[in-house]
């Protein structure tokens, strides 16, 4: 923006009748006019050098430097000025910035559902093998248990939580697992969906990678497939009835397990006859047969299988070789280093009650 300087600007007219110099109406105008305008223009125009020159009455005009004042209050406005016309101009583009980005199409935005878990609660995601009956017999598991497999299932929780380190402990048992994700948690700014796909995801690619290093001799025939759901849990003890839950159920689905495959492969039962026999008995019956018959005492059989596997954050302490070489020296040393660090590790536990709890309380820590 171009300013100009008005005639007769700042200017005194000399008066002869009172022998002083006093400021006529155009002057006292212009004074007025000048202020407002140099604090508009940019450069300020008591920059400019000082002139003399004459008003419309033909008498001599003067044009001084401004004040120190006048120059403050110039350059404030000026300051003042140039953030407003900035913030108008960075509304602007950002009000257009946004008008581009939509589309008449963006209003199927509205049909999406609000799954944010409530806060302060425990996250669970828990998935379970799609279909792995089949899948089972397909890559010739071992029944009742594989070893291979539940190794397998462990590694895959492993890398979940080495993923996601909001996740404080996880169990799991078969074919499934459940992930405990912190009460102050605000991963995927807490979307139920979010939790599940990424969990369900990462463990799913995770069997798949892994699979060669637990069963060398068996191909993988087709993938396998996993479904999830999320738990919301208000409280502590909630959540360990949850996990106290989980553990129960493996304990009594192992224990049938047991037996109707000790039937089937030790006394030649079909699966249905299996089946039929053990319809209507109790944890207390089927203990009697494996004993009896089988000579099996299900209390010596692996905790693995019995009791699952929890998954919690411990510091181990590792030891490293590592080659120190002194300046001296032509040939480095090795030496043996310790560090510590803070690891995921399988636990085979009984869950249920509080010793456990009370011997791990930094799960519960929110703070921790």
């Not at 071992?142 to 993923?163: F, G, W, Y």
């Not at 995927?188 to 001799?217: C, G, I, P």
Request: charged letters at 25%; aromatic letters at 12%.
């Amino acid at each position: 923006m171009t300013c100009c300087r008005p005639r007769g600007h700042m200017a005194t007219i000399k008066n002869s009748a009172k022998g002083r110099l006093e400021p006529s109406f155009q002057a006292r105008k212009s004074v007025t006019n000048y202020k407002e305008t140099q604090a508009r223009c940019w450069p300020p125009l008591w920059l400019e050098r000082p002139r003399k020159d004459t008003g419309t009455s033909g008498a001599e005009l003067s044009v001084p430097f401004p004040t120190l004042g006048e120059m403050w209050a110039a350059g404030a406005f000026k300051v003042r000025d140039c953030l407003a016309a900035t913030s108008v101009t960075l509304r602007r583009c950002l009000k257009l910035g946004a008008t581009m980005a939509k589309s008449k199409f963006e209003y199927v935005r509205d049909f999406e559902a609000d799954d944010t878990c409530l806060p302060h609660c425990w996250v669970v995601v828990r998935l379970d093998g799609r279909n792995f009956h089949r899948f089972a017999e397909k890559h010739s598991f071992i029944k009742p248990n594989d070893s291979r497999a539940l190794h397998l299932m462990t590694k895959c929780a492993q890398t979940v939580m080495n993923e996601l380190e909001d996740i404080v402990i996880a169990y799991g048992q078969s074919d499934e697992y459940s992930f405990v994700f912190k009460r102050k948690s605000n991963w995927f700014k807490r979307r139920a969906s979010k939790f599940m796909t990424h969990v369900v995801s990462q463990f799913a690619s995770s069997y798949v990678f892994y699979w060669r290093d637990y069963f060398e001799d068996q191909p993988l025939l087709y993938p396998p497939g996993f479904d999830g759901r999320v738990i919301v849990y208000p409280s502590n003890q909630t959540l360990k009835d949850y996990l106290s839950w989980r553990q129960a159920d493996c304990h009594i689905n192992n224990l049938y397990n047991t037996v109707f495959w000790a039937l089937v492969q030790q006394s030649g039962l079909t699966p249905l006859q299996a089946q039929e026999r053990l319809q209507g008995t109790l944890a207390a019956d089927k203990n009697e047969i494996l004993f009896s018959e089988f000579n099996i005492n299900y209390n010596n059989e692996p905790l693995m299988y019995r009791k699952g596997t929890v998954l919690i954050w411990q510091k181990v302490e590792e030891i490293t070789t590592k080659e120190v070489k002194l300046p001296a020296e032509m040939e480095g040393k090795k030496m043996a280093v310790t560090r510590t660090r803070t690891m995921v590790v399988p636990l085979h536990c009984n869950i249920i009650g509080d010793a456990f709890w009370k011997e791990h309380p930094e799960i519960l820590d929110e703070d921790s």
